[in-house]
């Protein structure tokens, strides 16, 4: 896959996303995804992305730099929305809160196999 080509594949999955059309999720992530080091399955990443949709209502991937190495994504991903409850272990409560996600991701077969994700926590944190 060339780097255009992964690009507009990673802005597809993204927009997948933001509209939670999870029928499609399967066309771009794998079987066999594994998430920070764990293999949790294309299912386990569907329930996953459905629960922070669940305890986040506004959640909204923005896309502020991407970088394609092919097989491989490099993403920081912005994010201005209302968690309710506690998010990340912080009592945000419904509080809106901004904050970024450096993720980086390996394909295989041409779809998402391997996603490291770090998320600004102390950002959050200073914002309580």
């Given at each position: 896959?060339i ?5 507009d ?19 771009f ?17 569907r ?17 502020r730099?991407?970088?394609t190495?092919?097989?491989?994504i ?32 390996e ?7 391997q ?14």
């Amino acid at each position: 896959m060339i780097k255009t080509d992964l690009s507009d594949a990673y802005r597809n999955y993204i927009a997948c996303l933001n509209e939670q059309d999870w029928p499609q999720l399967g066309a771009f992530v794998h079987d066999d995804v594994h998430y920070n080091g764990k293999l949790i399955g294309l299912a386990g990443y569907r329930a996953m992305l459905e629960g922070d949709f669940a305890a986040i209502p506004d959640l909204y991937f923005a896309i502020r730099l991407l970088i394609t190495d092919p097989p491989n994504i490099a993403c920081r991903l912005n994010f201005d929305c209302t968690p309710q409850g506690a998010f990340l272990g912080l009592p945000v409560n419904g509080k809106r809160v901004a904050f970024t996600e450096n993720v980086f991701y390996e394909l295989r077969s041409g779809k998402i196999w391997q996603v490291w994700s770090v998320i600004d926590k102390a950002a959050i944190e200073a914002q309580l």
